[in-house]
């Protein structure tokens, strides 16, 4: 295949080939709906079901907001209440971050942890935190790895 340059805003022009790895960004959202609503059919939670009490990982800071009325409906929804709009991807080559450390803001992009914003289901605020969340939450009641369990 050929390459193509490719400007992107303050990018430097960089050849794009076949094995370009690309950022997809909140398009994998769709893909994630699909396998969280998964565990639902499947009896290992229910929507409405405060979620951090099915964590061991990793739980939501302490706030002055309810935690237990953050919910998988509520994350899907982004109506949880919950912090950090997106993400700014991994560089190529570097390992990725556990959820934890996601969570733990030790992104690049501006180390904010997920945490409660607003009272949950209250108002819809954009969450990308709120799905490395209920990624966590995936793989704690499947005990499988998200990777794994999407594959299936």
């Known amino acids: 295949m050929d390459t193509i340059d490719w400007l992107c805003g303050s990018c430097k022009q960089k050849p794009v080939a076949s094995e370009t790895i690309f950022n997809i960004g909140s398009i994998s959202k769709l893909v994630s ?3 969280f609503m998964q565990l639902t059919e499947k009896g290992f939670i229910k929507l409405d079901d405060p979620v951090d009490q099915y ?35 991994s560089d190529q080559g ?13 992104t690049k992009r501006n180390g904010e942890t997920v945490h409660l914003i607003s009272e949950p289901g209250t108002k819809w605020d954009y969450s990308g935190g709120g799905y490395t969340l209920a990624q966590l ?8 790895s998200f990777a794994t369990y999407i594959k299936k």
């Not at 739980?59 to 950090?84: C, K, N, Q, Y």
């Not at 570097?94 to 030790?106: D, F, I, M, Q, V």
């Not at 939450?137 to 499988?144: A, H, I, M, P």
Request: charged share 25%.
């Open 33 to 35: 709906a699909w396998g």
């Open 55 to 89: 964590l061991t990982r990793w739980h939501l800071p302490e706030s002055e907001f309810d935690r237990s009325r953050v919910t998988l409906r509520r994350i899907l929804s982004h109506t949880a209440g919950l912090s950090v709009h997106g993400y700014g991807g």
């Open 94 to 106: 570097l390992p990725l971050l556990s959820l934890e450390e996601s969570l733990n803001g030790k």
């Open 137 to 144: 939450l995936l793989e704690e009641r499947t005990n499988q």
